[in-house]
């Protein structure tokens, strides 16, 4: 018995400190709108913001162009205003860059983006929490060799494609890390200016602090950023829509099988009690 | 040569007249067959895993017709499956869903037996056909899971196989074999697709009509765990207790199968992944033998075992040791022969020299893979661990339920935290638990015959509807 209670003591144990431990690895993220998923105009701004930025380096080859179908663009929408090339409206979305080329030049090729929100989800977070935080936790940073960070992604590969869409901003990035020298622990305020250089005050914290970080920006164009922040979210609802085409149709259908179910289970059940009715 | 009599008009006479079989198997398995008339909740999961069954056959030929057994597209042949094919989604989310749905279903099975001693004479035949069907299954989902070919399928597989290079003398080239290649790759790809769509199946179809046989032979047992064919009615010689199967249980499945195919089509049209469970997240990542993924854990199915697995580590080879002198000890106080005395005393002395006899013992690695497989064999010896007087854990002490249920919770626990990264703290219940799920078989001749049994009554429990 005593075993048994020490157990379970050690099972509540691993499940607090497990939640906090998750907490403290990984920054706050934002919560992805996830109405703009229900929403064609949304899934075909965040379509266009894909074809016109994203598809410079990342592909969505799992994805044909006439899939878009999907968001209410026809045919013939979609190669005059999304496919820039000689492709045809039923080849898979691919990019011409070559992975030889993309590890040369970036070290690995970018992944594919077909089933990318899927992907990135944990038991911890929602890939689309996490693709909506990356997205717009961009800031200048002078000394990463593409001049910028990432508060989702520390020292990201990915450049800040979509900069002139959200503006220049000012980071403030808060750190709470162990003392480098000694045994307590540091408040460490990094503030970025607009060109990414750094001012850096650290502070020493009383007692006993968790280790965890958070941030704030300060856009020089509040407007512009929020826009951004609505760009974003349509292009995430789009990523959405990518990883699994068919879950608008999939759930329309879902509720009349469901229907069709209950009926069947309520005849079924009179059917039983009337067979049911002669065993004695 | 002259037709058959028959007692059967139209086309079933026609039928008769020429195969008196057809007839006399639908008596024998159906129209006939009684079935003791006070089946409750539990007795729905038997067909229920024919269903899945045919539900994961049937998506599974569909899935065939599309998949791509190559390590360059499978991965992408899945996701066409779900894009270009028409109801492709719908097929994979079927079998993805059916895979789980089948271990649910099996679970609550063999829940159902040792609450009620399914297992118990006569039936140690039905039992061991189950328990084999049990392997295949297991057999079948861990060769399925590779075909995605995601980073789970991968790694999963690369860890399992692995599993056997820790067998002394023969493991590493053994693994080769299992593989066909020094690491999991288009040859394992393509052998575990064919033991997937053919050899699994097969063995695992003809298990399952052994199972039903020897069931249909001995007759089904029942919550009250009476034996119904004691009490025949004199003037009929049928079972007073009994029904026939059809048309009283089948109209009784199907009702089952209604609430059952609620509950399934729920999650195959709202949440197919099931919080990553069904379909896990990192296998929406394509295979990449050159980066292993932080954490690398089993379908939820097989985290039970894989934590008493991953418990067996060096520090627990000690305990482990203790636990089966103990063991050794008990029984040679039990037992009355000489010679099987001194014989189980011998092997228990062997096997903890192995355990942790110096320059003689094995790799701790190896006894986690000898544990993991008797975490499930020992399934198999249930109809002779059981000792209890009472069959059905309604003549049993309440005690014993409790223990089942302790049980269930250890089995709950150690699936948990085998979806777990590892840890200090996992490692440590990883431990408790194997502890007690062994003890709670090991020891079961003993338990099983303690306490208060109530009388058993002579007919079944059964209030008309």
Same mark, same amino acid.
């Given at each position: 018995?005593?075993?048994?209670?020490?157990?379970?003591?050690?099972?509540?144990?691993?499940?607090?400190?497990?939640?906090?431990?998750?907490?403290?690895?990984?920054?706050?993220?934002?919560?992805?709108?996830?109405?703009?998923?229900?929403?064609?105009?949304?899934?075909?701004?965040?379509?266009?913001?894909?074809?016109?930025?994203?598809?410079?380096?990342?592909?969505?080859?799992?994805?044909?162009?006439?899939?878009?179908?999907?968001?209410?663009?026809?045919?013939?929408? +979609?190669?005059?205003?999304? @496919?820039?090339? #000689?492709?045809?409206?039923?080849?898979?979305? =691919? !990019?011409?860059?070559?992975?030889? %080329?993309?590890?040369?030049?970036?070290?690995?090729?970018?992944?594919?983006?077909?089933?990318?929100?899927?992907?990135?989800?944990?038991?911890?977070?929602?890939?689309?929490?996490?693709?909506?935080?990356?997205?717009?936790?961009?800031?200048?940073?002078?000394?990463?060799?593409?001049?910028?960070?990432?508060?989702?992604?520390?020292? +990201?590969?990915?450049?800040? @494609?979509?900069? #002139?869409?959200?503006?220049?901003?000012?980071? =403030? !990035?808060?750190?709470?890390?162990? %003392?480098?020298?000694?045994?307590?622990?540091?408040?460490?305020?990094?503030?970025?200016?607009?060109?990414?250089?750094?001012?850096?005050?650290?502070?020493?914290?009383?007692?006993?602090?968790?280790?965890?970080?958070?941030?704030?920006?300060?856009?020089?164009?509040?407007?512009?950023?929020?826009?951004?922040?609505?760009?974003?979210?349509?292009?995430?609802?789009?990523?959405?829509?990518?990883?699994?085409?068919?879950?608008?149709?999939?759930?329309?259908?879902?509720?009349?099988?469901?229907?069709?179910?209950?009926?069947?289970?309520?005849?079924?059940?009179?059917?039983?009690?009337?067979?049911?009715?002669?065993?004695? | 040569?002259?037709?058959?009599?028959?007692?059967?008009?139209?086309?079933?006479?026609?039928?008769?007249?020429?195969?008196?079989?057809?007839?006399?198997?639908?008596?024998?398995?159906?129209?006939?067959?009684?079935?003791?008339?006070?089946?409750?909740?539990?007795?729905?999961?038997?067909?229920?895993?024919?269903?899945?069954?045919?539900?994961?056959?049937?998506?599974?030929?569909?899935?065939?017709?599309?998949?791509?057994?190559?390590?360059?597209?499978?991965?992408?042949?899945?996701?066409?499956?779900?894009?270009?094919?028409?109801?492709?989604?719908?097929?994979?989310?079927?079998?993805?869903?059916?895979?789980?749905?089948?271990?649910?279903?099996?679970?609550?099975?063999?829940?159902?037996?040792?609450?009620?001693?399914?297992?118990?004479?006569?039936?140690?035949?039905?039992?061991?056909?189950?328990?084999?069907?049990?392997?295949?299954?297991?057999?079948?989902?861990?060769?399925?899971?590779?075909?995605?070919?995601?980073?789970?399928?991968?790694?999963?597989?690369?860890?399992?196989?692995?599993?056997?290079?820790?067998?002394?003398?023969?493991?590493?080239?053994?693994?080769?074999?299992?593989?066909?290649?020094?690491?999991?790759?288009?040859?394992?790809?393509?052998?575990?697709?064919?033991?997937?769509?053919?050899?699994?199946?097969?063995?695992?179809?003809?298990?399952?009509?052994?199972?039903?046989?020897?069931?249909?032979?001995?007759?089904?047992?029942?919550?009250?765990?009476?034996?119904?064919?004691?009490?025949?009615?004199?003037?009929?010689?049928?079972?007073?207790?009994?029904?026939?199967?059809?048309?009283?249980?089948?109209?009784?499945?199907?009702?089952?199968?209604?609430?059952?195919?609620?509950?399934?089509?729920?999650?195959?049209?709202?949440?197919?992944?099931?919080?990553?469970?069904?379909?896990?997240?990192?296998?929406?990542?394509?295979?990449?033998?050159?980066?292993?993924?932080?954490?690398?854990?089993?379908?939820?199915?097989?985290?039970?075992?894989?934590?008493?697995?991953?418990?067996?580590?060096?520090?627990?080879?000690?305990?482990?040791?203790?636990?089966?002198?103990?063991?050794?000890?008990?029984?040679?106080?039990?037992?009355?022969?000489?010679?099987?005395?001194?014989?189980?005393?011998?092997?228990?002395?062997?096997?903890?020299?192995?355990?942790?006899?110096?320059?003689?013992?094995?790799?701790?690695?190896?006894?986690?893979?000898?544990?993991?497989?008797?975490?499930?064999?020992?399934?198999?010896?249930?109809?002779?661990?059981?000792?209890?007087?009472?069959?059905?854990?309604?003549?049993?002490?309440?005690?014993?339920?409790?223990?089942?249920?302790?049980?269930?919770?250890?089995?709950?626990?150690?699936?948990?935290?085998?979806?777990?990264?590892?840890?200090?703290?996992?490692?440590?219940?990883?431990?408790?638990?194997?502890?007690?799920?062994?003890?709670?078989?090991?020891?079961?001749?003993?338990?099983?015959?303690?306490?208060?049994?109530?009388?058993?009554?002579?007919?079944?429990?059964?209030?008309?509807?």
């Amino acid at each position: 018995m005593k075993r048994l209670i020490a157990s379970l003591c050690l099972i509540a144990g691993t499940l607090l400190g497990g939640a906090a431990h998750a907490a403290g690895a990984q920054v706050h993220l934002d919560t992805w709108p996830e109405a703009r998923g229900r929403d064609l105009a949304s899934l075909q701004n965040g379509a266009r913001t894909f074809v016109n930025y994203c598809m410079g380096c990342h592909s969505a080859s799992l994805m044909r162009w006439n899939r878009l179908n999907a968001i209410g663009l026809d045919d013939r929408q +979609i190669r005059d205003f999304l @496919i820039f090339g #000689e492709q045809k409206v039923g080849d898979p979305m =691919t !990019i011409a860059m070559r992975p030889a %080329d993309a590890k040369a030049w970036f070290g690995k090729m970018p992944p594919d983006m077909s089933v990318i929100a899927r992907a990135r989800t944990s038991f911890d977070f929602k890939g689309t929490d996490y693709l909506y935080t990356l997205l717009r936790g961009y800031y200048r940073d002078a000394t990463s060799p593409t001049g910028w960070n990432n508060v989702a992604y520390p020292n +990201i590969g990915m450049p800040h @494609i979509l900069w #002139e869409r959200q503006g220049p901003r000012e980071a =403030t !990035i808060e750190r709470i890390v162990h %003392d480098a020298g000694g045994k307590g622990m540091v408040r460490e305020v990094a503030v970025y200016d607009a060109a990414g250089r750094a001012t850096v005050t650290r502070t020493a914290v009383p007692g006993h602090a968790a280790e965890g970080a958070s941030y704030s920006f300060k856009p020089a164009d509040p407007a512009l950023a929020r826009q951004y922040d609505s760009d974003v979210a349509d292009l995430v609802a789009f990523l959405t829509f990518m990883t699994d085409p068919s879950a608008t149709t999939r759930v329309r259908i879902g509720v009349w099988v469901l229907l069709f179910l209950a009926f069947f289970t309520v005849v079924a059940w009179w059917l039983n009690r009337e067979y049911w009715k002669d065993v004695k | 040569m002259p037709l058959h009599k028959t007692e059967y008009k139209g086309v079933l006479g026609w039928i008769d007249q020429r195969m008196p079989s057809a007839m006399i198997e639908y008596r024998k398995h159906l129209s006939e067959y009684y079935a003791p008339k006070n089946f409750n909740f539990w007795y729905f999961f038997g067909s229920l895993a024919i269903v899945v069954l045919a539900i994961q056959i049937t998506t599974g030929i569909f899935l065939t017709m599309h998949y791509k057994p190559d390590a360059r597209f499978a991965f992408e042949s899945v996701e066409y499956i779900m894009r270009d094919v028409p109801g492709g989604w719908f097929i994979r989310y079927m079998h993805s869903t059916g895979a789980s749905f089948f271990f649910i279903v099996v679970y609550l099975h063999m829940f159902r037996a040792l609450l009620y001693g399914s297992y118990r004479t006569p039936r140690e035949m039905v039992w061991i056909f189950g328990c084999l069907i049990f392997l295949c299954l297991m057999g079948e989902a861990f060769f399925g899971y590779l075909l995605p070919w995601g980073q789970m399928s991968y790694w999963g597989a690369q860890v399992i196989v692995n599993l056997f290079s820790a067998i002394p003398v023969i493991g590493p080239d053994l693994s080769v074999l299992i593989r066909g290649d020094y690491v999991v790759s288009d040859a394992t790809l393509n052998r575990f697709f064919a033991f997937h769509v053919i050899a699994i199946p097969l063995v695992l179809v003809g298990l399952v009509a052994a199972h039903i046989l020897a069931l249909h032979d001995v007759g089904s047992n029942n919550p009250d765990g009476i034996e119904i064919k004691e009490k025949l009615d004199p003037a009929t010689g049928k079972p007073l207790d009994g029904i026939p199967f059809h048309p009283y249980y089948t109209v009784h499945d199907i009702m089952g199968l209604g609430v059952f195919l609620i509950v399934f089509f729920s999650v195959v049209f709202f949440m197919p992944e099931m919080g990553g469970y069904f379909l896990e997240w990192n296998n929406f990542i394509p295979a990449d033998p050159l980066q292993t993924p932080p954490h690398i854990a089993p379908v939820w199915y097989f985290t039970p075992y894989y934590s008493i697995l991953r418990a067996t580590t060096e520090p627990f080879m000690l305990a482990l040791a203790a636990g089966l002198a103990v063991y050794a000890l008990l029984l040679f106080f039990a037992l009355r022969s000489r010679l099987a005395r001194f014989a189980v005393l011998g092997a228990a002395a062997v096997v903890i020299v192995l355990m942790i006899g110096g320059p003689l013992k094995l790799d701790p690695k190896l006894w986690g893979v000898v544990l993991m497989g008797a975490s499930v064999l020992i399934f198999i010896a249930l109809p002779w661990l059981d000792q209890s007087p009472a069959k059905s854990m309604r003549y049993r002490p309440a005690w014993h339920f409790w223990l089942l249920i302790g049980f269930v919770v250890v089995f709950l626990v150690l699936g948990y935290f085998g979806t777990q990264p590892p840890s200090p703290v996992n490692e440590r219940v990883s431990q408790i638990g194997t502890l007690l799920y062994f003890a709670f078989f090991l020891l079961m001749p003993w338990w099983s015959r303690m306490g208060e049994f109530k009388p058993v009554p002579s007919r079944v429990t059964f209030a008309a509807h």
